[in-house]
């Protein structure tokens, strides 16, 4: 049942008409989808994932980004993958249950509806791993969704 409520598509951050990345979240991460260059060795790719930063690209030449990440990540549990000409990177958010508008501090933000339907969406990710017998893929909310963080005492840690 917790599939039911997975994200249903991903997101795009596109700057002067090209796709920089894609990406999506869960409560517990956010993963980023590069398009890979063709040609190009897959050793000569690399990745930097530091608690509030982010710096990716082709060895010796300027990183394709280097950035301040909207929230902090734990970097002992995030990493990347390069599969299928796509770079897959895996970011731990250190807030569980923080609804992310978007990976790069202050580029690509969601718009406020699409930031509303992710909360709403990860309230109920929260509600489903907090009562695994219950399917909750099909309940909505009216008004204003609570914070999954903080709504009824906060996520469950044990």
């Known amino acids: 049942m917790a599939e039911k409520l997975a994200p249903e598509k991903r997101h795009s951050f596109i700057h002067n008409g090209e796709k920089v990345f894609e990406w999506d979240q869960t409560l517990e991460e956010v993963n980023m989808y590069i ?3 063709p040609n190009v060795h897959s050793k000569q790719f690399y990745c930097k994932i530091q608690s509030k930063h982010l710096e990716l690209g ?3 030449n300027p990183p394709y980004l280097n950035h301040e990440l909207a929230s902090p990540v734990k ?3 995030s990493f990347w993958t390069l ?3 796509i770079m897959h990177i895996t970011l731990q958010k250190r807030d569980k249950g923080q609804t992310w508008a978007s990976p ?3 580029q690509g933000q969601l718009d406020p509806h699409a930031s ?3 909360q709403k969406r990860l309230m109920l990710q929260r509600f489903q791993e907090e009562n695994p017998g219950f399917d909750f893929s099909q309940a909505q909310f009216t008004g204003n969704c609570p ?3 903080t709504f009824m005492g906060g996520i469950r840690t044990d």
């Open 83 to 85: 599969e299928d000409d």
């Open 58 to 60: 082709i060895k010796g």
């Open 35 to 37: 398009n890979l260059p």
């Open 116 to 118: 509303d339907l992710e």
């Open 75 to 77: 970097t002992d549990s």
């Open 104 to 106: 790069i501090l202050g």
């Open 147 to 149: 914070d999954p963080r």
